[in-house]
């Protein structure tokens, strides 16, 4: 189980940040590689036409970042990240894009082990700066647009782990709804990196979580997070 860091690898030194880009859509994958092989700092080192291809693709390639469609005909982006972060802990950070917010596909995604994920009409600035955060920080991807789609699933009643939470634990929660870094948040609270990431990890167990994307939906849909908090 990790904090939701991303991997020592990605970036680092100075390098690129390498993405397959996984569309079942020709044109689609083809335009996605064109914008991103244009960053300097990115670089599409595999293209995939459906989720099957996604295993293959990683072994291969090693990519810090795969863009996932999330619907494809035989291996959809939600199984397809189930696999991947299934595989490994130490699995590369999926971004899944979509055509509809609300679809209750991207809902699915995130809890499979997806980082976060984009609308295939946003502005190419926002996909850089999704797969940039997933590459470089701990921090949530567009933190408002995952509380609209986790709001829409809100349990009935809370949860065993949610009445388990200390005060702490539910200040270092909402700072990480909120988008906040490990650092950032320690700042906010006034307590170490370390003390973050200790009760981090006790979050994450709690809840069942293997990231703080799946912790800060899950949290939301338990109750642990109202809107007011990020």
């Given at each position: 189980?990790?904090?939701?860091?991303?991997?020592?690898?990605?970036?680092?030194?100075?390098?690129?940040?390498?993405?397959?880009?996984?569309?079942?859509?020709?044109?689609?994958?083809?335009?996605?590689?064109a914008i991103?092989?244009?960053?300097?700092?990115?670089?599409?080192?595999?293209?995939?036409?459906?989720?099957?291809?996604?295993?293959?693709?990683?072994?291969?390639?090693?990519?810090?970042?795969?863009?996932?469609?999330?619907?494809m005909p035989?291996?959809?982006?939600?199984?397809?990240?189930?696999?991947?972060?299934?595989?490994?802990?130490?699995?590369?950070?999926?971004?899944?894009?979509?055509?509809?917010?609300?679809?209750?596909?991207?809902?699915?995604?995130?809890?499979?082990?997806?980082?976060?994920?984009?609308?295939?009409?946003?502005?190419?600035?926002?996909?850089?700066?999704?797969?940039?955060?997933?590459?470089?920080?701990?921090?949530?991807?567009?933190?408002?647009?995952?509380?609209?789609?986790?709001?829409?699933?809100?349990?009935?009643?809370?949860?065993?782990?949610?009445?388990?939470?200390?005060?702490?634990?539910?200040?270092?929660?909402?700072q990480v709804?909120?988008?906040?870094?490990?650092?950032?948040?320690?700042?906010?609270?006034?307590?170490?990196?370390?003390?973050?990431?200790?009760?981090?990890?006790?979050?994450?167990?709690?809840?069942?979580?293997?990231?703080?994307?799946?912790?800060?939906?899950?949290?939301?849909?338990?109750?642990?997070?109202?809107?007011?908090?990020?």
């Amino acid at each position: 189980m990790t904090t939701g860091a991303a991997s020592p690898a990605a970036g680092g030194g100075g390098g690129p940040i390498r993405v397959v880009v996984v569309d079942d859509d020709e044109l689609v994958r083809a335009g996605l590689a064109a914008i991103l092989t244009a960053q300097p700092d990115l670089e599409v080192v595999g293209l995939g036409a459906d989720g099957v291809d996604v295993p293959r693709l990683v072994a291969r390639t090693r990519p810090h970042v795969v863009l996932l469609d999330v619907r494809m005909p035989r291996i959809d982006g939600i199984e397809a990240t189930r696999l991947l972060t299934r595989a490994s802990d130490r699995a590369p950070a999926v971004v899944v894009i979509t055509t509809f917010e609300s679809d209750a596909a991207v809902h699915d995604a995130l809890l499979a082990g997806a980082r976060g994920f984009v609308l295939k009409r946003a502005a190419p600035e926002e996909l850089f700066a999704a797969i940039r955060t997933v590459a470089r920080t701990e921090s949530l991807v567009f933190p408002a647009a995952i509380r609209r789609v986790a709001t829409r699933s809100r349990a009935p009643d809370p949860p065993r782990w949610v009445a388990q939470l200390t005060d702490r634990e539910r200040d270092v929660l909402a700072q990480v709804a909120a988008g906040a870094t490990n650092a950032e948040a320690a700042a906010s609270l006034f307590v170490s990196v370390e003390t973050v990431k200790t009760h981090l990890r006790s979050l994450l167990a709690k809840s069942g979580s293997r990231h703080r994307t799946e912790l800060v939906v899950r949290a939301y849909e338990a109750g642990a997070l109202t809107v007011g908090d990020a």
